[in-house]
């Protein structure tokens, strides 16, 4: 028998919720690659005044309203079978983002240059929608036609007739946000078992060029039901529910420095990033101040503020003087970062519009390095960003 609970005894689960706090069934697939959960209730307290005679704290009452939060970290991970569903932190990117993703189960090409495809039947794709071809993602810029489409950067070799396009599954913005219920579950099953159950992400970070890609997802949660203080109601359950029966866990998680990096209109990609990230920041308020419960009752989505942060060795190309020109004149650049270089272990963002600040000229180092801080994303209508697997 161990003394202590190993941290790596740890397995966790994520799934959405068909209604605010109500915990769902879940299923060894609902398994996610985390690397750290952190969980935070605190009770709302006020100061008690009242005069007791002596100067001892005599306590706060029952029934305090709770606030509790998450902060979860997991690694970029390989999506080996798209035709099974979508990756397993699914919920995490539909939370952060709202929209329904659109599943593309691949084609073949007819006819393509590298910057447009020819399917050989009806695509069925809209404008944003990722494609992947050669270990490379793109987003589809105009439909031409039911059968031909543009993309926005152009590939790095040509698709011949007969190629095959890769499935992907692309998350859009929308005004809404689903919550997630997750559960952390240790060894040994007697050990205290926790479900956060509620959650929404407030905040999701994309983190570039580090040892391993990786996500970030923090946020408010409605409460922090475990094993030991259950009681027959919390998250709608009758019973604190068990661990699924483990399944095999196979998956790759892809290196920090693989990848691409498009900045502007140019046809080239940079080459000369040193490290970058995008953060979408929902700007979430609980309704939590009314009467009747500890609990918050439900949340609500404020202004979307979608950002990147980069940094870049400066050349003396063209490329590089339009991005600083760019900058200067505050006008707008589309940016792009695909993540991995293989089939199954694609990611990519896409921002169709980012006003560049002004960069900081960092010389401490051998080579003029470039820091470009919070750029942020703008759109029209739910369209800043757009993220995809492939």
């Known amino acids: 028998m161990s003394c202590y609970i190993s941290s ?21 697939a609902n398994r996610i690659a985390a690397i750290k959960l952190a969980t935070r209730q605190e009770l709302e307290t006020a100061e008690r005044r009242d005069k007791t005679g002596s100067r001892t704290f005599p306590g706060f009452p029952m029934g305090l309203r709770r606030r509790t939060s998450f902060d979860l970290t997991t690694y970029m991970t390989s999506w080996d079978n798209p035709f099974s569903g979508p990756p397993s932190y699914d919920p995490l ?15 073949t090409v007819a006819a393509g240059t590298q910057s447009a495809l020819t399917f050989q039947s009806a695509h069925g794709l809209i404008p944003n929608q990722a494609v992947s071809h050669g270990g490379e993602i793109r987003f589809v810029s105009a439909i031409v036609d039911t059968l031909t489409v543009q993309l926005n950067a152009p590939l790095s070799v040509t698709p011949l007739a007969g190629a095959p396009i890769g499935a992907t599954i692309t998350y859009f913005p929308a005004t809404d946000l689903p919550s997630l219920s ?7 099953a007697s050990a205290v078992q926790r479900i956060l159950s509620g959650a929404v992400v407030d905040k999701m970070q994309i983190e570039l060029n580090g040892d391993y890609h990786q996500f970030e997802f923090s946020g408010p949660a409605r409460d922090l039901i475990d094993s030991v203080s259950f009681s027959s109601g919390d998250g709608q359950l009758t019973s604190f529910p068990a661990e699924p029966d483990p399944a095999p866990f196979n998956y790759s998680i892809i290196p920090g420095h693989l990848g691409q990096v498009w900045l502007g209109t140019g046809p080239d990609r940079f080459y000369t990033l040193t490290s970058g ?4 920041d929902n700007n979430l308020a609980l309704r ?6 500890s609990l918050p009752r439900c949340i609500s989505p404020g202004n979307r503020t979608v950002l990147a942060k980069f940094e870049l060795y400066e050349q003396d190309d063209q490329a590089t003087k339009e991005l600083y020109q760019n900058a200067r004149l505050q006008s707008p650049v589309e940016v792009m970062f695909q993540l991995g270089q293989k089939s199954g272990q694609l990611f990519g963002v896409r921002m169709t519009s980012v006003i560049p600040q002004v960069p900081d000229f960092d010389d401490s180092d051998g080579r003029l390095q470039w820091k470009f801080a919070n750029s942020q994303a703008q759109g029209t209508l739910d369209d800043e960003i757009t993220v995809a697997f492939g």
Do not use: C, H
């Not at 990230?277 to 979408?280: A, I, K, M």
């Not at 939590?288 to 419960?293: A, D, L, M």
């Open 8 to 28: 790596n005894a740890n397995r966790l689960y994520t799934a959405l919720e068909s209604a605010y706090g109500q915990v769902p069934a879940i299923t060894a």
């Open 93 to 107: 990117f539909r939370s952060s983002l709202g929209g329904t993703p659109l599943l593309f189960l691949g084609g």
């Open 182 to 188: 997750l559960y952390d579950y240790w060894l040994p």
């Open 277 to 280: 990230s995008v953060s979408l």
């Open 288 to 293: 939590v101040k009314e009467f009747g419960s």
